[in-house]
């Protein structure tokens, strides 16, 4: 019988890396990596084609309480001011094996709702 967990995870690592082999980052138009653990969420503005983090952001620096998807949408927001710091207007938004919904739906919208399109 299989280990249920090596299954999930390895289901997980497959559409992670389906959804990356589609994209690529440039300078000029970043890929928005998101990581999601349980208690946090991180994104990270990626340009492959010279292997840089351009900039990044997490609900570490936010030190409000309150729910996670609301907290999710100010950690959009602060990082889409970062990238607007850096004259970086559009991007190409990675969830990576998440589904688009929750915390991570609530992450893009702060980002758009800070000038950022993708």
Same mark, same amino acid.
């Given at each position: 019988?299989?280990?249920?967990?090596?299954?999930?995870?390895?289901?997980?690592?497959?559409?992670?890396?389906?959804?990356?082999?589609?994209?690529?980052?440039?300078?000029?138009?970043?890929?928005?990596?998101?990581?999601?653990?349980?208690?946090?969420?991180?994104?990270?503005?990626i340009d492959?084609?010279?292997?840089?983090?351009?900039?990044?952001?997490?609900? =570490?620096?936010?030190?409000?309480?309150?729910?996670? /998807? %609301?907290?999710?949408? $100010?950690? +959009?927001?602060? &990082?889409g001011k970062?990238?607007?710091d850096k004259?970086?207007?559009?991007?190409?938004?990675?969830?990576?094996?998440? =589904?688009?919904?929750?915390?991570?739906?609530?992450? /893009? %919208?702060?980002?758009? $709702?800070? +000038?950022?399109? &993708?």
């Amino acid at each position: 019988m299989k280990d249920v967990n090596k299954v999930k995870k390895a289901k997980f690592f497959r559409r992670q890396r389906r959804t990356r082999a589609k994209m690529i980052g440039t300078a000029t138009k970043p890929r928005m990596s998101v990581f999601r653990s349980l208690l946090h969420i991180y994104v990270q503005a990626i340009d492959d084609v010279n292997s840089l983090t351009l900039a990044a952001a997490s609900d =570490k620096d936010i030190k409000e309480k309150g729910k996670k /998807a %609301d907290i999710a949408a $100010k950690v +959009g927001e602060t &990082f889409g001011k970062k990238l607007a710091d850096k004259k970086i207007t559009e991007g190409i938004f990675d969830k990576g094996a998440y =589904k688009y919904h929750g915390r991570v739906k609530a992450l /893009a %919208d702060g980002i758009r $709702k800070s +000038g950022i399109n &993708f």
